[in-house]
């Protein structure tokens, strides 16, 4: 049972516009949510975070909004540029479970030029 | 700064075969220290955590093992390596358990 989910398996964006990623969870025990970007052959890097008790944070081009009534994240790069192609992983964790995130299976973004 | 090391970057084993990979991390102390698998199309699958020397949390039953001999070195074994263990293996630490896990670049793991 994915406790993580994140739908679209992919995702292509002209350059300069918005990327919209989306992750949605099941554990209403979830209180810490975390966004990865992977590039291939290597680890995935630490992106973004957000705690329960706000529903935006916001560095630089990364935004990450909650939604905890609709159990619901998103990341939005704005202006997508070609360097954002990459795997992106959301993550939650709760206090109940020692804080251990659980991931998602990943969306694919592609920044054309 | 700390930096986090992961050895090999490629393994290729024959079934049966024993395994070993490494992890060591730098620049920090008592790290909590992380195995993960992703397998192909699939997300990441934790396999073992350790907040310390000697203690470790298995995530799932399987075929491998983990063992944290020193403060900042995690590593991941098996006796006997089964087809289903292939796959990306990844290591990783954080100051905390709340906190955002640091990656290593991972070894790519095919059993023949």
């Known amino acids: 049972d994915q406790q993580v989910k994140q739908n679209s398996p992919s995702l292509s964006v002209q350059e300069g516009r918005i990327s919209i990623l989306n992750c949605d969870y099941t554990?209403?025990?979830?209180?810490?949510f975390l966004w990865y970007k992977k590039y291939p052959a290597e680890g995935p890097t630490f992106l973004i975070s957000i705690s329960s008790i706000k529903d935006k944070n916001e560095d630089g081009r990364f935004t990450v909004f909650l939604n905890k009534s609709a159990k619901h994240l998103s990341l939005h790069i704005v202006p997508s540029q070609p360097g954002d192609s990459a795997v992106y992983f959301c993550?939650?964790?709760?206090?109940?479970?020692?804080?251990?995130?659980?991931f998602g299976r990943g969306t694919s973004l592609i920044v054309h030029p | 700064s700390q930096t986090i090391h992961q050895w090999p970057a490629t393994l290729v084993q024959p079934v049966g075969s024993p395994l070993s990979l490494e992890c060591t991390v730098e620049?920090?102390?008592?790290?909590?220290l992380y195995w993960y698998r992703q397998a192909a199309g699939r997300g990441l699958q934790l396999l073992f955590y350790s907040v310390g020397i000697g203690q470790i949390s298995s995530e799932v039953p399987q075929n491998l093992s983990a063992s944290r001999p020193q403060d900042r070195q995690f590593i991941l074994s098996s006796k006997k390596l089964l087809l289903s263990d292939s796959g990306f293996y990844l290591c990783?630490?954080?100051?905390?358990?709340?906190?955002?896990?640091?990656f290593g670049d991972g070894t790519r793991l095919s059993i023949l």
């Open positions: 620049g920090t102390s008592n790290p909590n």
């Open positions: 993550a939650a964790s709760a206090m109940g479970g020692s804080y251990i995130p659980t």
């Open positions: 554990n209403s025990m979830f209180d810490y």
């Open positions: 990783a630490w954080s100051s905390g358990l709340n906190q955002p896990q640091h």
